[in-house]
Nanobody, 117 residues
Framework: QVQLVESGGGLVQAGGSLRLSCTAS????????MGWYRQAAGKQRELVAD???????NYTDSVKGRFTISRDNAKNTVNLQMNSLKPEDTAVYYC???????????WGQGTQVTVSS
């Protein structure tokens, strides 16, 4: 089992910044790919960004150039720096970790990000 604890959500005006953090604990072998997903009201959960243990990253197109994902393998943490936030970034953001893309992810409890116009 893996436990994920997130922090850093909140309310920000458009153009502002927020930093999300997530710390994983438990079965270390499952803490390989770490990432952030989001789910806006009435929409499906989508990948925002993820990062492998060796630092390979993926971003959804809508956040490229604005969001940066990073991780600290020694501390099993993953961060998401979100700049130039837009109202359409408003969602519940979930931290996730998985052993590989072929395995189901473990999820955090979610943190609300609200961007006002």
């Amino acid at each position: 089992q893996v436990q994920l604890v997130e922090s850093g959500g909140g309310l920000v005006q458009a153009g502002g910044s927020l930093r999300l953090s997530c710390t994983a604990s438990g079965k270390i072998v499952s803490i390989n790919i770490m990432g952030w997903y989001r789910q806006a009201a009435g929409k499906q959960r989508e990948l925002v960004a993820d990062i492998s243990r060796i630092g390979s990253t993926n971003y959804t197109d809508s956040v490229k150039g604005r969001f940066t994902i990073s991780r600290d393998n020694a501390k099993n943490t993953v961060n998401l720096q979100m700049n130039s936030l837009k109202p359409e970034d408003t969602a519940v953001y979930y931290c996730a970790t998985r052993r590989s893309y072929a395995t189901a992810p473990y999820w955090g409890q979610g943190t609300q990000v609200t961007v006002s116009s």
